[in-house]
């Protein structure tokens, strides 16, 4: 069963400006591949070089930041809600 | 610090709450907010300070009142475009409450002031716009043990939090490096719902009154995300990271760094995915000119979004945003030369990266983009 993942509105233009998409997956890493496959664009602001999470992109499970549940092999149940929380800034004119 | 009877008058919706009561309203009175910006957050954060009888309230600010702040920085006012900021939000709060000191210190906070800004003030308001600012702002408020009311703003969505109190988490243990320099849209590029920084600020603001106060649970270690296109409110938890690099058990950061060179923004910096600019690489808008002028075969690439291409447009382009690049790639030619562009270079860089990944061969970015073209060639259009 898919699980839903809340599209945060800086990567939304990667998700056809969808602000939530439904993905299958096992673990918080299956569905993050199965995202990032689906929508490739997504892939470089999720992933550095190495294929790591960034460090300035949170993910949630339900509530709780998966750093401190089994990072990417937490399992996922039905009914579970993924977020992706990244940083963001105001008026940063740094682009 | 007592009460005069005109205090009294003006604040007895305040008093005649068991709450806040005398003890209350004094307290806030004795108590101090220092407000990092007079923005977007700042605005509307400085005004309910004020109006509560917060007894010192500080701004840090260097910028000048511009016509694009009024909607949503309700401090200023139309005549006040072209005044400073700070100038412009002293005279709006003392004409609110003339029982309060305003501060004002005209200057960019840095590594060498932050400490001593912070020091006399119990609260420390983040209503920066950038990640050096910001991470300079926590790391401060970490290294005096000073409480950061935080607040982010983002097109339709804010963040907030209350940051670096005792046992409770900092914003480097949310993000514990910020995004290279054009990963994340800015505001100015990406836009900002002008109501929504007064939900945030306001929300920054109730926590500095609670934690003066004493009152309430304060928005610690919980990390509040509001929607405002879907009216949600979200809560996430937060930890304190031990291993966190100025908060942690054994930090690494003990004093202030140089934030612009940590996030990556120093002046010898390049942007991501994006080589150092050459005539190879980018162009000018005055040799776009040239080359429409004379009727020269190229392609034009705007990578905006639809709706700012419909404020204004230069002549002969094709919209793709950036977003729909790697989808509609085979709309653009590969026979002949890319000229690729946006609002101020920043996206169309990216883009001209990626389409040098794909292959193309003679691609460049238009640099300071369609703002620069109003500038420089077409001045009957608006700039926004």
Redesign the interface.
């Known amino acids: 069963m898919p699980n839903k993942i809340l599209i945060p509105t800086p990567l939304r233009p990667f998700t056809g400006k969808q602000d939530a998409v439904e993905v299958d997956g096992a673990t918080i890493g299956e569905l993050l591949a199965n995202l990032t496959t689906k929508y490739a664009g997504l892939k470089p602001h999720l992933y550095n070089d190495q294929g790591k999470l960034r460090s300035f992109v949170n993910v949630y499970l339900n509530d709780e930041d998966i750093r401190y549940l089994e990072k990417e092999k937490t399992a996922v149940k039905p009914g579970d809600t993924i977020s992706i929380i990244p940083s963001v800034a105001g008026g940063y004119t740094g682009v | 610090m007592a009460l005069t009877n005109d205090e009294v008058k003006r604040y007895s919706r305040h008093l005649i709450m068991p709450e806040v009561g005398v003890e209350g309203q004094e307290k806030l009175k004795k108590g101090s907010v220092l407000c990092i910006g007079a ?3 700042g605005s509307p954060a400085a005004l309910y300070l004020a109006a509560a009888g917060v007894g010192t309230i500080g701004i840090v600010d260097f910028d000048v009142v511009d016509f694009s702040n009024l909607q949503r920085q309700v401090i200023h006012g139309t005549p006040d475009v072209g005044r400073s900021k700070l100038a412009s939000a002293k005279d709006r709060l003392l004409s609110l409450n003339p029982h309060i000191n305003i501060e004002t210190y005209e200057t960019a906070l840095s590594s060498k002031n932050a400490l001593d800004l912070f020091k006399p003030y119990d609260v420390i308001l983040d209503g ?4 050096p600012t ?1 991470y300079l702002t926590n790391d401060a408020c970490v290294l005096l043990g000073k409480p950061n009311a935080y607040g ?6 804010g ?1 907030a939090s209350v940051f670096a109190m005792k046992d409770g988490p900092c914003y480097r243990c ?6 290279p ?10 836009g ?1 719902l002008g109501v929504l ?1 007064g939900v945030i600020g306001t929300i920054q603001a109730t926590e500095a009154i609670k934690l003066i106060m004493g009152i309430g649970e304060p928005l610690v270690g919980r ?1 509040l ?1 509001y929607d405002a ?2 009216m949600k409110f ?6 304190k990271d031990p291993d966190c690099p100025v908060c942690g058990t054994h930090p690494t950061v003990t004093a202030l760094i140089d934030y612009e060179q940590f ?1 990556g ?1 120093a002046p010898a910096a390049t ?1 991501v995915g994006v080589s150092t600019a050459s005539s190879e690489t980018e162009t000018d808008v005055k040799e776009l000119k040239r080359k429409i002028d004379a009727k020269e075969e190229f392609f034009l690439l705007d990578v905006r979004e639809p709706n700012e291409y419909q404020i204004g447009k230069i002549p002969g382009s094709t919209l793709i ?4 690049v ?2 509609r790639v085979n709309e653009i030619p590969r026979d002949r030369e890319i000229i690729v562009h946006c609002k ?1 270079g ?2 169309s860089a990216k883009a001209a990266a990626f389409l040098r990944q794909q292959g193309y061969t003679n691609v460049k970015n238009l640099k300071g983009g369609i703002l620069e073209w109003i500038d420089k060639v077409d001045p009957s259009q608006p700039k926004y």
């Open positions: 923005g977007g957050l920066t716009d950038n990640f910001r982010s703003i983002f097109r339709f969505e963040q949310l993000y514990p490096e910020p995004p320099p054009g990963l994340v849209p800015s505001c100015a590029e990406g900002v920084p990390f995300i296109l879907r979200r809560e996430l938890k937060l930890k996030c923004v942007e945003p950036l977003g729909e790697p989808q101020m920043g996206r």
